[in-house]
């Protein structure tokens, strides 16, 4: 009778530590997958500064000095017209640039434009490369300039923008 007891209070040891080590491991593995989240947020915040500082987008040097999350409205635009050779090139499955400030105002309300030759620089969204609707949006804060004729001379015209960004994760489809 005592071999029984003891081997019963031996099983229920046992279930109670590996119920307790069940528990820990779930813990620490949401805690990874947090973790994986949180990097791939950083990446691609990561990504939208380095496509911003692209050759391809870059404003170069504004007002005399190297500015870094700036982009050339200008390069952007004759971007678009060939951007069929870029496609794949940044790894990412959307590249969209916003105007925030100023807004485009129609009717006395706010309305998106999309740029196109005939109404730049009178307008506020450029869609550049547009080959998914799925995957996950990213974003990130720059500043859009645009050479203008000001005064009889030419100068940087800066505005507030955001370049979003839209990845599929790998693995996925």
Known sequence: MKIQQMSFMLIAVFMFFALVGMIVVTLMLSHIRDSATQLKEQNAKLMASRIAGSPEFTCGEVYGSVKTDCIDLDKVMALKL????????WGVTNIQIRRIYPPI??????REVECTNTNYPRCNLINLVSNSNSGYDRSNYVAL????????????????GEIILRYQEAGTK
């Open 82 to 89: 060939n951007i069929d050779k870029y496609t794949k090139f």
């Open 105 to 110: 105002i129609i009717n006395n309300q706010a």
């Open 145 to 160: 300039c645009r050479k203008e004729k000001y005064n009889d001379e030419v100068v940087n015209k800066c505005e507030m």
